[in-house]
């Protein structure tokens, strides 16, 4: 029996940093083994403000989690986000030198290639490559070229990038407390991997993640990431508003925040009003102010988000419906607000299909850092099944790759 493989993920919030870890046992079986969070310092809206005290605390939390798992990490998952991230689509197309010989795999790397060239400022790097489709001599619609014959090959890819500064502070950071960054991961794409199933993702569906200060969605069909959504807006900006309309100290707001567990008109409103601490002073807020507040700026940003779904193809083709993650989905009520204002079905996304110890709190919060997990898991199964089956056959598929990369 092989030795279970140790993966690890980070999840780098305004609020929290968390650190989860686990073990890959025989047949790609993933079992989670710690789970640590501590207050987070040094970073704001996905940004590095203080690089020393932000490092500190990420080998801190390393060493902690270390220490529960007897085992060191070295390399771990890390979600990125922030102002810095943007979403496009982009197209290229090569010709195919002989017609007759058939598109082959080198060739659609080739274009993909050629559309990431062409599309990529000199000032950013790609976070992920989502591939749209292809075209051969103008015919659109086609999944896997290879084999088919044609005169000039096309490819549409959607690219979520990020400013290179941004991406290499973040770097220094994580790097600087000891553990390297194996790959950074959209919290969206991550979300998915811990609350959508494969038959969401072939029937069609479309996520949709509530961070702390970028909402992202990401819309599914044919088992994959055809399209991106990324603004400028989360529990930052909800609370950012409360505070104002409120007149409270932001603090304040987000102790209001932190009380809300529904947005529903409730009789027991003007019995149990919020209480929040401003030194030695007490102020109550009236339940009904803060459901208010809240449904009508959930409900502004809704009709934002659904104005831009409405203009991609892929909205409409979400046969699953809507996902939503994040700490705002937990509120009761929010889920029916967004079922009016997407005029679609939609439903809470719970982290599914991942194994944990007994002793481990599973909470919204943690929906991220447990996605990179099994974005890691998934990877790894993908390639240990590259690598199974006798040795004379994997000599055989390298030295095919080999001739049709040259000839």
Known sequence: MKKPQLIASLALGDKIFTLAAGFIHEQNRLIVRALESVPSQGIERGLITDPIECSDTIARLVRETEKKLSARILRVYTAIQGSTLTADNASAAIPIPDPTVGISRRDVEKVVNACKTLSLDYDRQIIHTFTR??????????KDPVGLSGNKLGVELHLVTAQNLAVHNLLKVVNRAGVEVEQFVLPSVAAGEAVLTDLDRDLGVTLIHIGES????????????????????????????????LKLPKSNAEQIFEQVKTIEKQPEWAATPFTVQAGTLARTVPQEQVSHLLSEKSNEFLEKIRRKLEEIPYFRESAAGVVMVGELARLEGFLEICEQALNMPVRLGIPRGIEVDSDLELKPAYTVVMGLLAHNARRIAASRRALAGPLWRRFLEKSKQVFEEYF
Do not use: C, H, N
Request: hydrophobic content about 35%; glycine content about 12%.
């Open 133 to 142: 489709g292809f075209t051969l001599d103008g015919q659109a619609g086609i």
């Open 214 to 245: 970028q909402t992202e969605t990401l819309l599914y069909t044919d088992g994959a990431v055809k399209e991106s959504v990324l603004l400028p807006w989360g529990i930052e900006q909800l609370t950012d508003s409360m505070s104002r309309s």
